[in-house]
């Protein structure tokens, strides 16, 4: 393995976040958000410029770290997995940045502020973390990249202060640890049997003997604890509901993808012959769980943040029904195919049209005072953009054409029916069906008419209302990719 | 050699499983941080076990290992330091220090989550 | 006999780790903790890992004890509420189950680890010269995986930020902890007036033999970090406000001074975080100069908690 051309950009994705993050901190006052903003811009510029490498190039970017090679150094790669988490994040990172503004400038006649100090700092923070779990090759890098992205994430739960959510947040930090730790108790076993930490090294070398069995599981409960798939799930809706609606766009969107992203990396790069088919239809059926779990108890919410919040607990199922259907059962092992595509376009169409949701709620809560559900009738007709967004989020949840979610599900549905797995098929049927329940439920509200029309208790900034509506969008258009003709993900592996 | 290795190896499963026990069934957050320590402490010697196993080159252990055993020490310091901060924290602001499972869904007359 | 010693060790840390779950004050079974902290140095020693050692008294025994005893005495009234709340029965043998297996099932593991064990300490031999320190963790540290370090100084100043969010918003930019008044003859403030000399020259030589011996700048930076809350704790000296824009930038400087050299490293040597031929020491140096006082301070700064008065 060598440095390819263009690997350099590896580097900068990481790093140009982070230095953002040393200056935002450094600077502080007004000019963390200026900081913040010329460094969203120049993230973007790299994550475009990666992309563009891959596809020019057709195969992964390798960078050697130092210029040592493995297994005594570390090297970054970004394949065709890693370029499309890299583009979405940097996207929906923008529509934060942009929506944020309104939330967390600075205010006049002081020099600086808790909240948004805190906030620009760890957005850049959360960006950079991630995209070092998108890139890096080195187990032990990872669990470090990992802990970044907790210690990132956690006080951005708690940044309004109250008791509610420092509870939430101390509680989602102690089930983040305790997945960290155990994904590093799995890399601490894989070393010792095989004496290398580099994810291309371990992949020839793994054999299925029991201790990589161990570490697997360990490795993957750890990684689950930090995904919140059920039944690890319980931090996750006080955290992300009680959060800013900026963050938790940041937390439901970007942060949960990290941890998912790992297993992925993991269960179809380093272990595709090691795991078998039970523990494969086990992660499903937890999965399933979490999309019935989810969406039921999502419909029973009398608050609107944390209807959403536990849509996420859903929807983060459908991401872990991928696993059973990408075993290939001629060759018993992981193959990536049209069940990974669906898993990852669903990865991504989830976090543009969750972002969505989080920022439309979080417009109305600002214009109303509150998110009871009960109390939305008729205010389709004073926030008409937002509740366009809502319902459009929603409806790439639900899965419907032409949006990502559709595509997502036509391509796990045809890989059910390939391998002959059809109860998988019923699950994610079910899960739409609910999925448009309280959809449709705070649709009808909204839409009500003979109420009046609610009133507005403070000026909604347009520009908010445009970026929901925008990611929204995104998320509804994503389904269109299935005509182009990129075909990214297999590249590099 | 190997002998010290597999005894502190098998202390560090013992570590990480009463660490673990603790963590699920002690119900205040600070025992909780303490038994996450144990835990690491347990991987972290696991770790350790395993660089003395891989001892060569005119050195006691394999430098990979317990150079990486620094960075995790350093790591599980800062999380037990937030953790801690904000269990004191939420300890000033709510008065008690429990991570009793309040449902937000509690709503006050004006809308808003009352606090729990 | 060390088998003898080992085992011995090992009963206890067993016994004080179970302590630390089955007593029933917070108190007592961190004290418990620090305890047993100070006894996992001598596995570390026993282990042949004298940097690992260090860093576990410094930091794993000396300053999360620190930060763990502050805690529990400030939530000593909380106890009997929290402890009403312990879960029943059906939930505490899941969770020895659960407990239970994981162990086994390491232990399984760790019996049937390959024998010989394979290592990188050949790799590390062969290389070490190429970077021109003595001390092989040094060279694995700031050389070969010298991302994990960069990453390890930005993970603590991210915990940092986040203490730092936990202040009310009215004490924003003030001072964290609150005024210590210990008696100026008490034994507190002799001790901190003692100590933190001879703690200084310690830590600093720690620091500065690390690249051939054992030691380091995690080691040496904790140990000044604690001579430094020593004194705050006897009110010698008060923390700083954190909105000194002189106290940020010395945050920050450690880090930035490791990407600028790593940056240099492409232009001059290939890659990120490379070394020129024969600059190699010297530039480790420079790295730990800068990371040393950044890491001192940052490690003391989340220990000193969350900005709570404002004022001078």
Redesign the interface.
């Known amino acids: 393995m060598t440095?390819t051309p263009g690997g350099?950009l590896l580097?900068l994705a990481v790093?140009v976040p982070?230095?953002g993050?040393?200056a935002a901190?450094?600077l502080?006052g007004r000019n963390a958000q200026r900081v913040a903003m010329v460094t969203i811009l120049a993230g973007l510029g790299i994550a475009i410029a990666v992309a563009a490498a891959v596809a020019q190039s057709g195969d992964a970017l390798v960078?050697?770290?130092?210029?040592?090679g493995v297994?005594?150094?570390?090297a970054l790669r970004a394949d065709g997995l890693a370029v499309v988490m890299i583009l979405a994040v940097a996207v929906v990172i923008v529509g934060i940045g942009v929506y944020a503004r309104a939330d967390f400038a600075t205010p006049p006649g002081v020099?600086?502020?808790?909240?948004p100090l805190?906030f620009w700092?760890?957005l850049l923070?959360i960006w950079g973390s991630l995209n070092?779990v998108f890139v890096s090759g080195d187990l032990?890098?990872l669990y470090?990249?990992l802990?970044?992205l907790t210690?990132?994430a956690?006080?951005l739960v708690?940044?309004d202060?109250r008791a509610e959510t420092?509870r939430a947040a101390l509680r989602y930090l102690l089930y983040a640890l305790l997945g960290s730790i155990l994904y590093l108790?799995g890399t601490v076993?894989l070393y010792?049997?095989?004496?290398?930490l580099d994810i291309a090294l371990l992949a020839a070398r793994v054999q299925p003997?029991?201790?990589t069995l161990?570490?697997a599981?360990?490795m993957t409960a750890g990684l689950l604890a930090k995904t919140a798939l059920f039944p690890l799930h319980l931090w996750l809706p006080p955290a992300h509901a009680g959060a800013p609606p900026a963050a938790s766009a940041v937390l439901s969107g970007l942060v949960i993808k990290g941890s998912w992203f790992l297993v992925v990396r993991l269960w179809f790069d380093v272990f595709p012959d090691v795991v078998t088919a039970p523990s494969a239809q086990l992660l499903a059926g937890l999965g399933a769980a979490a999309i019935l779990v989810g969406n039921v108890v999502a419909l029973r919410q009398a608050r609107l943040k944390l209807m959403v919040a536990y849509s996420t607990v859903a929807q983060i199922g459908y991401l872990f029904l991928m696993f059973p259907l990408a075993l290939d059962p001629a060759s018993a092992r992981l193959e990536g195919g049209g069940a990974l595509a669906g898993g990852m376009m669903h990865a991504v169409s989830h976090a543009t049209a969750k972002a969505a949701m989080f920022m439309a709620a979080g417009v109305i809560y600002a214009a109303l005072g509150h998110d009871r559900i009960a109390g939305l009738a008729g205010i389709g007709r004073v926030l008409p953009v937002s509740v366009l967004a809502f319902t459009l989020g929603g409806v790439s949840l639900i899965g419907l054409p032409p949006s990502g979610g559709f595509l997502a599900k036509w391509l796990l549905l045809a890989a059910a029916v390939a391998t002959g797995q059809w109860w998988w098929a019923a699950v994610m049927l079910v899960g739409g069906l609910l999925t448009a329940g309280y959809v449709f439920l705070v649709l009808a509200r909204a839409l009500a008419s003979g109420a009046e029309a609610p009133a507005l208790r403070a000026p909604v900034p347009r520009s908010q209302e445009a970026v929901a509506l925008a990611l929204a969008l995104g998320s509804m258009l994503l389904g269109l990719v299935a005509f182009t003709d990129v075909r990214f993900l297999g590249i590099g592996r | 050699m190997?002998?010290?290795?597999?005894?502190?190896?098998?202390?560090?499963?013992?570590?990480?499983?009463?660490?673990?026990?603790?963590l699920?069934?002690?119900?205040?957050p600070?025992?909780k941080?303490?038994?996450f320590?144990?835990v690491g402490?347990g991987v972290?010697?696991?770790f350790?076990?395993?660089?003395?196993?891989?001892?060569?080159?005119?050195?006691?252990?394999?430098?990979?290992p317990?150079?990486?055993?620094?960075?995790g020490?350093?790591?599980?310091?800062?999380?037990?330091?937030?953790a801690?901060?904000?269990?004191?924290?939420l300890?000033d602001v709510a008065g008690?220090?429990?991570l009793?499972t309040d449902a937000p869904a509690r709503v006050s007359p004006d809308g808003n989550a009352a606090d729990a | 006999m060390?088998?003898a010693l080992?085992?011995g060790t090992?009963l206890v840390?067993?016994a004080l780790?179970?302590w630390?779950?089955a007593a029933r004050d917070?108190f007592a079974?961190?004290v418990g903790?620090v305890a047993y902290?100070l006894l996992?140095t001598l596995?570390?020693v026993?282990?042949?890992?004298i940097?690992?050692a260090l860093?576990?008294a410094a930091?794993?025994g000396g300053?999360?004890g620190a930060?763990?005893i502050g805690?529990?005495a400030?939530?000593r009234r909380?106890?009997g509420?929290?402890?009403a709340?312990?879960?029943g029965v059906p939930?505490?043998v899941a969770?020895?189950l659960?407990?239970?297996c994981?162990?086994?099932?390491?232990?399984?593991?760790?019996?049937?680890?390959?024998?010989p064990?394979?290592?990188?300490?050949?790799?590390?031999?062969a290389?070490i010269a190429a970077t021109g320190v003595g001390n092989?963790?040094t060279?694995?540290?700031l050389?070969?995986?010298?991302?994990?370090?960069l990453?390890?100084a930005?993970?603590?100043?991210?915990?940092l930020?986040?203490?730092?969010?936990?202040?009310?918003?009215r004490a924003?930019?003030g001072r964290p902890g609150p005024l210590q008044r210990a008696d100026p003859d008490g034994i507190l403030a002799y001790l901190a007036r003692v100590l933190p000399p001879i703690g200084v020259v310690v830590g600093v030589y720690i620091f500065w033999i690390g690249a051939d011996r054992p030691g380091?700048k995690?080691q040496g930076a904790t140990i000044l970090a604690a001579m430094w809350l020593l004194a705050v704790m006897a009110g010698l000296v008060d923390t700083p406000p954190i909105?000194r824009?002189r106290l940020?930038?010395a945050?920050?400087a450690g880090?930035?001074v490791f990407?600028a050299i790593g940056a240099a490293?492409?232009a001059f040597?290939?890659?990120?975080?490379?070394?020129p031929d024969g600059f190699a020491k010297l530039l480790i140096k420079v790295i730990e100069w800068a990371l040393f006082p950044s890491l001192a301070v940052t490690?003391a700064l989340?220990?000193a908690?969350?900005p709570e008065r404002t004022g001078t």
């Open positions: 440095t350099l580097v790093l982070f230095v993050v040393l901190f450094a502080g960078y050697l770290l130092g210029g040592w297994p005594l150094g570390i020099r600086e502020a808790r909240a805190v700092t760890l923070a070092l032990f890098t470090v990249a802990e970044l210690f990132a956690v006080p708690s940044l202060g420092l108790l076993l010792g049997v095989y004496g290398t003997e029991p201790a161990a570490a599981a360990l | 190997t002998d010290a290795a597999t005894l502190f190896g098998l202390l560090a499963a013992a570590l990480v499983g009463i660490g673990l026990y603790a699920i069934v002690n119900p205040q600070l025992r941080i303490v038994a320590n144990v402490n972290f010697m696991l350790g076990a395993i660089a003395h196993r891989g001892a060569g080159s005119g050195w006691g252990g394999d430098p990979v317990q150079a990486l055993l620094i960075t020490l350093v790591v599980a310091f800062s999380a037990s330091a937030l801690i901060a904000l269990l004191l924290r300890h008690s220090a429990t009793a | 060390i088998e080992n085992l090992a840390i067993l780790a179970v630390t779950i917070t079974a961190v903790f902290g996992l596995v570390w026993q282990l042949r890992g940097d690992v860093t576990e930091l794993g300053l999360t930060m763990l805690a529990a400030r939530l909380t106890e509420a929290a402890r709340q312990r879960p939930t505490r969770a020895a659960l407990a239970g994981v162990t086994a099932t390491l232990a399984v593991a760790v019996l049937g680890l390959p024998d064990a394979p290592t990188l300490a050949p790799e590390t031999a290389n092989p963790i060279a694995v540290l050389a070969f995986r010298a991302m994990d370090t990453l390890e930005i993970v603590v100043l991210f915990a930020v986040g203490v730092w969010s936990l202040a009310p918003d924003w930019g380091g995690f909105d824009s940020r930038i945050l920050i880090p930035v990407i490293g492409v040597a290939g890659a990120f975080l490379a070394y490690l989340v220990v908690g969350a």
